[in-house]
Each structure stands twice: as structure tokens, then as C-alpha cells.
T-cell receptor, first 112, second 112 residues
């Protein structure tokens, strides 16, 4: 079955370190998204991509970057991790607008 | 400012009853509205999508209504079961490519 996978599922890192969260989907979806989820805020969009070489900033993009070199992957990089970036990160993908969005199982990141 | 509000309090109901969850929004004109279920420690799972020109959508025990005049969606689970206990997220699709804006979610607890 096609799926969307995230890694690592759990990570503890130190302030100032660079961290990359991986996201891989096997549906061949053009649209991919990264969200963070914090208590009281719900899911907030960090970055998104509509295809290879396309990346766009979302609502809370400061301190994060993404790259899309192929259809299957959208890695999320925290350039210099901050304690405010402690959160649960969800990757998602969809075929096109108006279609089901599929979420990964999440990556729990703690910045100490 | 743009806002999406869901029942802030947890909803506790008895098994067999109908659960009704509310999603209100301001200053958005969504093309679609979606509902997701999220279990603890898991990613959101798509349930239903309703378009701006649809008043009601049903899927098994689930029913969603969408009133663009009131800027409100209601999500109903009939004949609720303890297995329906989860957090339910409302999301607005605000433009091209499935860019979703999420509410903070409502916790539903169904007691047997």
C-alpha cells in the first residue's frame, strides 16, 4: 500500500544544532506539506510544495527550510534549533486541491 | 483577523447518542471544509470533505453541514460508540493546492 513516512519519530537535540526531519510518500502526489502542532494552536502550516523544485512559505516558516528535489521527498530543516521549535511535526501529501490529504504519523522534536 | 474556532471544551456524551461538534470561522472564504480525526500520538486522518456549494454530506454514521452564510460547519456522529473517542479537527481549504488552516480541535469522549 502507498504510504507517507516520517523519520525520525522522536528526536532530542540541543539549541543551535541543525536538524532535518525526513518525509517520504509513495503516492506520487504533487502536493506536500509540513505542519507543526502545539497545544492550543492546532496544526500550523510551515512550508509546502506543489511539485519538484517548488517550495513556499506557510504561516510559521521562520527558522525552517525545505527542498523538493524529487516527487517523493520533502525534508524539513531547522537551521539552528531553538527551544520554541519543540513541537510535533507532521508531513502530509495530496494529489490536488479538493482531494484527501494524507498525514504521516508525526515527528516529536525536543530542543533542549 | 482570520480565525477558526471549535468547541474549546471537551464533549462528553453517552454511547448511542448523537455527538455534534461545531466549527466557526471568520474572515475566510473557503472553497472546501474538511474534518479529520486524530488519536493520541497519531497523525490526523481524513473523514469528510464538503464543498462551498454543498449544504450537507454523509458517510455512514457521519454527517457534515456547511453554512457559508453563518460561516459554520456542524459535524455529527450518530449512534456514537466509545471507539469514536478522539480529537476532531476542522480545516478550511483556503486556496489552490489544498492549503489547509486548522482549528485547534475538539476532544470527544463517548462513555459506555
Amino acid at each position: 500500500d502507498a504510504e507517507i513516512t516520517q523519520s525520525p519519530r522522536h528526536k532530542i537535540t540541543e539549541t543551535g544544532r541543525q536538524v532535518t526531519l525526513a518525509c517520504h510518500q509513495t503516492w506520487n502526489h504533487n502536493n506536500m506539506f509540513w505542519y507543526r502542532q502545539d497545544l492550543g494552536h492546532g496544526l500550523r502550516l510551515i512550508h509546502y510544495s506543489y511539485g519538484v523544485q517548488d517550495t513556499n512559505k506557510g504561516e510559521v516558516s521562520d527558522g525552517y527550510s525545505v527542498s523538493r528535489s524529487n516527487t517523493e521527498d520533502l525534508p524539513l530543516t531547522l537551521e539552528s534549533a531553538a527551544s520554541s521549535q519543540t513541537s510535533v511535526y507532521f508531513c502530509a501529501s495530496s494529489e490536488s486541491s479538493g482531494n484527501t490529504i494524507y498525514f504521516g504519523e508525526g515527528s516529536w522534536l525536543t530542543v533542549v | 483577523s482570520q480565525k477558526i474556532e471549535q468547541n474549546s471544551e471537551a464533549l462528553n456524551i453517552q454511547e448511542g447518542k448523537t455527538a455534534t461538534l461545531t466549527c466557526n470561522y471568520t474572515n475566510y472564504s473557503p472553497a472546501y471544509l474538511q474534518w479529520y480525526r486524530q488519536d493520541p500520538g497519531r497523525g490526523p486522518v481524513f473523514l469528510l470533505l464538503i464543498r462551498e456549494n454543498e449544504k450537507e454530506k454523509r458517510k455512514e454514521r457521519l454527517k457534515v453541514t456547511f453554512d457559508t452564510t453563518l460561516k459554520q460547519s456542524l459535524f455529527h456522529i450518530t449512534a456514537s460508540q466509545p471507539a469514536d473517542s478522539a480529537t476532531y479537527l476542522c480545516a478550511l481549504d483556503i486556496g489552490y493546492g489544498n492549503k489547509l488552516v486548522f482549528g485547534a480541535g475538539t476532544i470527544l469522549r463517548v462513555k459506555s
